[in-house]
């Protein structure tokens, strides 16, 4: 039976959680899990950058929290303005349907809806779009999971029925994806994402590793705040408010077994693994002052009367 669980979490230690958004709870015995949940009126997230679905307010395993705010100021509308995990859909360095759309028109943001073409020179990926179909959420609870499923009609060629699953099996949270193409045109896309990790609300520092299954080479300069030595990253100080560190990463191979990167903080022995069962199609790197986010992208396209699947699992540790 599809159903929408609205809570206020209210726990001393997640008092940093907005009681006003629509979120749900899951909980085994270790893990404790705060989801915020879609909503085109009151959710915590209405922007059309990210998909709407699996955003958290809050995990905690252990006592060590992974997720949550790593900004000062929220703003629903803005187009970062969310936690992690959460996932974008790109289409070349546009969205699905962009090119083709005359002004005017509209294009297709996975998990967002479809959205206005207003009249400018270039996509702009950190911009808010008028959303003018946010398509049909509904939300199926589980005994440990969630199921978001956003449907969305034709428009322009382009329909949809997307899935998401948030489901926790021991000291995992398990993300099951399934992109179903509904509508004339074929959807080419790649989905990447962004993570926005917050390991114990610590700031981003020296003691925090971001371990690789091969050795990363950085495209861009990351030094003097950055550096990497064999298959670590490494910080060399904390990031001041305004820094960032931020890089494409090559030296990945063809197959899945290098979706795998493991997350330490070395001082409270916060760490997660984090594994994906499709080859990466490119790896970038970001990092602000309170957050670590290695963004690995993944092929998503689908043909018209297709399913495509993909699968993440986070596996929270204490490091070593």
Request: one cysteine or more; a negative charge.
């Amino acid at each position: 039976m599809l159903e929408l669980l609205l809570t206020a979490l209210m726990s001393p230690a997640l008092q940093d959680v907005p009681p006003v958004y629509p979120q749900a709870e899951l909980a085994s015995p270790r893990v404790q899990l705060t989801v915020y949940l879609p909503d085109a009126r009151a959710g915590y997230y209405r922007g059309t950058r990210f998909d709407w679905s699996g955003a958290i307010a809050s995990l905690r395993w252990q006592g060590h929290e992974y997720f949550g705010p790593w900004f000062d100021r929220h703003d629903p509308l803005l187009h970062d303005g969310i936690t992690g995990p959460v996932e974008e859909f790109q289409a070349g360095d546009s969205s699905v349907g962009y090119a083709e759309a005359p002004v005017g028109g509209t294009f297709v943001r996975i998990g967002v809806g479809h959205v206005r073409k207003p009249d400018e020179p270039a996509y702009r990926r950190f911009s808010t779009y008028e959303i003018v179909d946010g398509g049909t959420w509904t939300v199926e609870r589980g005994p440990q999971s969630l199921t978001f499923v956003h449907t969305l009609a034709e428009g322009g060629g382009y329909a949809y029925v997307y899935r998401k699953t948030l489901r926790l099996d021991g000291d995992t949270l398990v993300l099951d994806h399934a992109l179903t193409n509904t509508g004339r045109k074929r959807i080419d896309t790649s989905v990447y994402n962004h993570n926005f990790f917050t390991l114990d609300r610590q700031p981003t520092a020296s003691p925090i590793v971001v371990r690789f299954p091969f050795e990363p080479k950085a495209t861009r300069a990351i030094a003097p705040l950055a550096g990497i030595t064999g298959r670590d990253l490494r910080f060399s100080r904390a990031l001041a408010p305004r820094e960032t560190v931020f890089t494409e990463i090559d030296g990945f191979g063809t197959t899945a077994t290098d979706y795998d990167f493991t997350l330490l903080h070395q001082d409270t022995k916060a760490a997660v693994r984090i594994r994906g069962d499709r080859p990466l199609t490119a790896l970038v790197f970001w990092s602000a002052a309170r957050t670590v986010c290695p963004e690995p992208y993944v092929d998503a396209s689908v043909d018209p009367g297709k399913t495509t699947t993909w699968r993440i699992t986070y596996e929270f540790q204490e490091g070593r």
